[in-house]
């Protein structure tokens, strides 16, 4: 099979040939099967590896272990008929090995491809005529090159296949039991029900009370090892936790073989279980990596991919350290880092610290750089002439692991001792399939983390880029999307301020989410605020958006929220269209939930009417607004979740708002989108004045709205600044009287020396001031004298026409 002497071996064979001499001579049998088929994991680059022995009557080939993927993705059986036209029987009967690639194996007839997936098949007889045979799986272009078929031979002459399980139910070995796949029913001796806490007369003989002890979380990986409809999934050795009586833990390990019945179909389930208790620190377990693929598999980000490697490592490692780090260009971008504290940390990445973890440029560790371009795991033993950089994270020994992925370096990670470490061959190998499980799941983790960065930031842009400074209040907003995949949600809130100290606090949620949803919050959201600036009362602005809705002619509806707060004397009116009802919390701590009528949601029913609501707010008060993320879940009911976040605002702090949100957001449901909006009304420490006054269409109207003015001027204290405010008020009514019909209102108002003087009427244009006047004109001057007697002047949308508006600042 392969040519004898270490000079014609390659290096890579001689490698192998070392990792086979270290095997302990003492080794069970079949822990030495599993210790040479992760070699040949290893050494060959197979994605499976599997031998097959002949079973006690010699005309059938029984899987006698397995190593790597499920064998079921290429299609291998438990067992093959000895007369048979499989690969496995032909090298078996010629004694030759046989090198199939896919077109060979399309031809064969007795081989069950995947339909999915190419590779290329190794099939080699054992040393001993008759023993059985090897058989490998590459999933490589090229196949098993020269190298590949030198170590695998090497490792066929030494599998040496461990003695077939018991046949019958008689005599099992110690802590040993029988299963019947049929029935259920499991043959166990005593040692093994004192395994799990059992005495004889207990136990009924049902599989189904051994189950019943088993760990919630390990129950789904035990159940495909015995259930009938599971038994061609994955390995048939697991690790599993049985509860004990004291209410701890107990770790068993399960080692079995299927033995097949009449036409091949599964008759019995036949092992062992021991504990594995005192065998859990060994690195050399073929559960860990299943339990770190596992946990990959259901990694959604970069962090998750960093914690499931650290769980899966370090501590089976006895590692002081422990970096994930994403390769980007010339630096490793640190994901998580075990422990996280920078002293523990060498200089060079403590000086390289950004934010919350290091940036670490490849350029400063050659010997990093090397270990990359390579592409294969390297060790350092204690005082390997390494760069501080990388010295200082394994002073007693230094693993890297390169993790590839998709034909490139997706990565890194570095694990690190204090204390001298040497590295076994089986250690070697759980580094090497761990690299390649991590360095797959982190490409898809930083894309799913790309495109949810691309969702969040698209959400972002949807919702106000700040709050606005609010008079009497104080105002904190917050929204947590969902993780529940690539959705985008379609909750939103707002703040919107309003004429003569009003502020309006929105909060919505659009059914659905996806990029319509979406689309449609941001047409609502700004449909509202334009409804609410143009000064209608809240039932109308909600009506407004009501029918906006509706004639967007979408099958997608929203429900909403708006509380408009006169923040002068701290009363408010709020509508709900189908929406949550606000939570007060009041200055003393206790809690609020107002009841009131709803609407129905906004988007249903066209003519719809939308009661509004009265609030009492005193200084102090707390105004919270959410969608049903925070407080309703398949675990919560959304009453139950109201009481929750009152019983959370009652004892919290107010005088801290933004953490506040952040303690209430620590119990969102994660499944789906959450906006919280928060106020505090603390009221208004100097209250404005204000007086108004309807001018009638008379002809002595301007003469009257300037009695107005100065007669309250003078009421105020300030009647030394009239002619200024005297000249504006006769300008704009005059404006108002000549250029519109319908009713004309006159409001002053005086706050911290500043007098705000407001024409409103019923015409919505905007008055235009003139670019140049010649000596002729009779009008357009007007704007001009405004303009330049105000600190301040313009026009704002009111119901059903426009304000006019100036400031004079008053020394």
Not at 145 to 152: F, I, S, T, V, Y
Request: contains cysteine.
């Amino acid at each position: 099979m392969v040519s004898e002497g270490g000079a014609e071996r390659g290096a890579r064979t001689q490698r192998a040939e070392l990792a086979l001499k270290t095997l302990a001579t003492d080794l069970d049998p079949r822990e030495r099967l599993r210790r040479v088929l992760e070699q040949t994991l290893v050494f060959t680059g197979a994605t499976l590896a599997a031998v097959y022995a002949p079973s006690s009557s010699g005309d059938e080939l029984h899987l006698a272990e397995s190593a790597g993927v499920p064998r079921t993705l290429y299609g291998l059986r438990d067992s093959y008929p000895v007369s048979g036209g499989s690969p496995a029987a032909d090298a078996l009967r010629s004694g030759r090995p046989l090198w199939l690639g896919p077109r060979e194996l399309a031809d064969c007839a007795d081989a069950r491809r995947h339909p999915s997936l190419d590779f290329s098949l190794a099939v080699l007889p054992l040393r001993n005529e008759g023993d059985g045979c090897l058989v490998a799986v590459s999933e490589h272009a090229d196949g098993f090159g020269a190298e590949d078929r030198a170590c695998l031979g090497l490792l066929a002459e030494a599998v040496v296949c461990p003695p077939a399980p018991p046949q019958d139910t008689g005599d099992l070995p110690a802590s040993a039991f029988n299963l019947a796949m049929d029935t259920g029913h499991v043959d166990v001796d005593d040692e093994m029900l004192d395994l799990f806490g059992l005495r004889p007369a207990e136990f009924d003989g049902k599989v189904e009370t051994l189950l019943s002890m088993t760990v919630p979380e390990d129950l789904p990986s035990l159940m495909s090892a015995v259930e009938p409809d599971h038994m061609s999934i994955g390995d048939r050795e697991l690790e599993f936790r049985i509860l004990q009586p004291s209410g701890g833990h107990k770790w068993l390990r399960l080692r079995a073989r299927l033995l097949t019945g009449g036409e091949g179909r599964p008759a019995r389930l036949v092992g062992t279980v021991i504990d594995a208790s005192k065998l859990r620190s060994r690195v050399n377990d073929v559960a860990r990596v299943q339990r770190l693929a596992s946990a990959l598999a259901t990694a959604g980000t970069v962090r998750d991919v960093g914690k499931a490697v650290i769980a899966a490592l370090r501590k089976p490692l006895q590692a002081d350290r422990l970096a994930l780090a994403e390769l980007e260009g010339d630096r490793l971008v640190v994901t998580v880092l075990d422990p996280p504290e920078a002293e523990a940390w060498p200089e060079l990445w403590r000086t390289e610290w950004r934010s919350e973890w290091p940036d670490a440029p490849v350029r400063a560790m050659p010997t990093l750089a090397a270990a990359l371009s390579e592409g294969r795991p390297a060790v350092w033993p204690a005082g390997a002439p390494l760069e501080p950089a990388l010295a200082d994270v394994g002073p007693g020994g230094l693993a890297v692991l390169p993790l590839p992925a998709g034909g490139r370096m997706a990565g890194a990670c570095l694990i690190g001792w204090d204390a001298p470490h040497d590295f076994g061959p089986d250690e070697r190998a759980l580094l090497t399939a761990s690299a390649g499980l991590a360095g797959q799941a982190l490409v898809r983790a930083h894309a799913f983390d790309a495109e949810h960065e691309l969702i969040g930031m698209l959400q972002r842009t949807l919702l106000p880029r700040r709050l606005p400074r609010l008079p009497g209040a104080v105002a904190v907003a917050r929204y947590l999307p969902t993780v529940a995949g690539l959705e985008v949600g379609g909750d939103w809130y707002d703040v919107i301020p309003l004429p003569d100290n009003h502020v309006a606090l929105v909060i919505g949620d659009v059914q659905g989410h996806n990029a319509s949803a979406a689309t449609l919050m941001g047409q609502m959201r700004t449909a509202i605020r334009a409804y609410a600036v143009e000064g209608h009362p809240p039932d109308v602005v909600v009506s407004h958006a009501n029918r906006l809705l509706m004639d967007l002619e979408t099958d997608l509806f929203a429900t909403c929220c708006y509380v408009d707060v006169d923040m002068e004397e701290g009363s408010a009116w709020y509508v709900r269209a189908g929406h949550l009802p606000p939570v007060l919390r009041h200055p003393d701590g206790s809690t609020d939930i107002p009841e009131s009528e709803t609407g129905p949601p906004l988007g249903v029913v066209r003519q719809a009417d939308f009661p509004m609501s009265p609030l009492r707010l005193q200084p102090g008060t707390i105004v919270a607004l959410t969608t049903d993320g925070l407080v309703e879940s398949v675990d919560l009911d959304i009453e139950d979740g109201l009481n929750r976040l009152a019983a959370q605002l009652s004892a919290s702090d107010p005088a801290h708002l933004g953490l506040v949100a952040d303690e209430l957001l620590a119990s969102a449901n994660r499944s789906d989108d959450v906006a919280l909006l928060l106020m505090r009304y603390d009221g208004m420490a100097l209250r404005p004045l204000r007086e108004s006054w309807t001018v009638w269409r008379v002809p002595e109207a301007v003469r009257h709205a300037r009695r107005f003015t100065h007669r309250t001027l003078r009421a105020w204290g300030v009647g030394d600044h009239a002619d200024a405010v005297l000249l504006i008020v006769s300008e704009l009514v005059t404006n108002a009287l000549v250029h519109t019909d319908g009713q004309v209102r006159l409001d002053l108002t005086l706050i911290n020396h500043r007098l705000r003087i407001a024409v409103a009427d019923n015409s919505p244009r905007t008055p235009i001031k003139p670019t140049s006047i010649g000596w002729e004109a009779t009008g357009g001057r007007g704007i001009l004298l405004v303009e330049a007697m105000s600190a301040a002047w313009g026009t704002v949308p009111v119901s059903g026409g426009k304000q006019v508006w100036s400031e004079i600042v008053l020394d």
